[in-house]
Nanobody
Framework: VQLQASGGGLVQAGGSLRLSCKAP???????????MAWYRQAPGKQRELVAQ???????DYADSVKGRFTISRDNSRKTVYLQMNNLKPEDTAVYYC??????WGKGTQVTVSS
């Protein structure tokens, strides 16, 4: 299984980015029931859960991103998104996508300048 994360970059504080996580090799019937999640890891810190979305589109967020980040999924594209608005320097991290079978994609770097 391969999860492909993309969409990171350098942005000023207050800006926005949208991350994508695709599962091109996963068949739809396997992808659709999965709980998908975004994690992040900042330098010198442990990896932390940012947001997750269930098969019936229930979402949960870390307190630090509530009201700013939105996770969504498009099952027809086998893709999960993370819309990040009003970014802060403390959001700087490598962002990873993950599924409930503990598969991880390569991370995508998000850097927020003050």
């Amino acid at each position: 299984v391969q999860l492909q994360a993309s969409g990171g970059g350098l942005v000023q504080a207050g800006g926005s980015l949208r991350l994508s996580c695709k599962a091109p090799r996963m068949i739809t019937s396997v992808f659709n029931p999965k709980i998908m999640a975004w994690y992040r890891q900042a330098p010198g810190k442990q990896r932390e859960l940012v947001a997750q979305i269930t098969s019936n589109f229930r979402t949960d967020y870390a307190d630090s991103v509530k009201g700013r980040f939105t996770i969504s999924r498009d099952n027809s594209r086998k893709t999960v998104y993370l819309q990040m608005n009003n970014l802060k320097p403390e959001d700087t991290a490598v962002y990873y996508c993950n599924d409930d079978a503990d598969h991880w994609g390569k991370g995508t770097q998000v850097t927020v300048s003050s």
